[in-house]
């Protein structure tokens, strides 16, 4: 089966970090860009994080300068580090895998394999 578990969320305070894991299964991930999610209830679903197979990246302005992505292609998964959280970053966040070029710079780009979901809540 192919599948991609997130991991990593939960209750933080405004200011403090936290680092999601997007760990694929059943296919090698190094071979996908990857991008990072999050939906608030209410709102519309973002992506706010992007890299290449490359390792070239695209930051949504709401996070730039305070997150980071990166790959452990050894562990075949993509970390998500977010610091000086804030409350307006509490959402579900999601990692999504594409093979297909271009997809971290193209915002009708469609991607192959989701995960499930992890719950960020940051809250004093």
């Known amino acids: 089966q192919l599948q991609l578990v997130e991991s990593g969320g939960g209750l933080v305070q405004p200011g403090g970090s936290l680092r999601l894991s997007c760990a694929a299964s059943?296919?090698?991930?190094?071979?996908?860009?990857v991008g990072w999610f999050r939906q608030a209830p209410g709102k519309e679903r973002e992506r706010i994080l992007c890299?290449?197979?490359?390792?070239?990246?695209n930051y949504a302005d709401s996070v730039k300068g305070r997150s980071a992505i990166s790959r452990d292609n050894a562990a075949n998964t993509v970390y998500l580090q977010m610091n000086s959280l804030k409350p307006e970053d509490t959402a579900v966040y999601y990692c999504?895998?594409?093979?297909?070029?271009?997809?971290?710079?193209?915002?009708?780009?469609?991607?192959?394999?989701w995960g499930q979901g992890t719950q960020v809540t940051v809250s004093s």
């Open positions: 890299i290449t197979r490359g390792g070239l990246t």
């Open positions: 059943g296919f090698t991930l190094a071979n996908y860009a």
């Open positions: 999504a895998a594409a093979r297909a070029n271009g997809v971290c710079f193209n915002p009708q780009a469609r991607y192959d394999y």
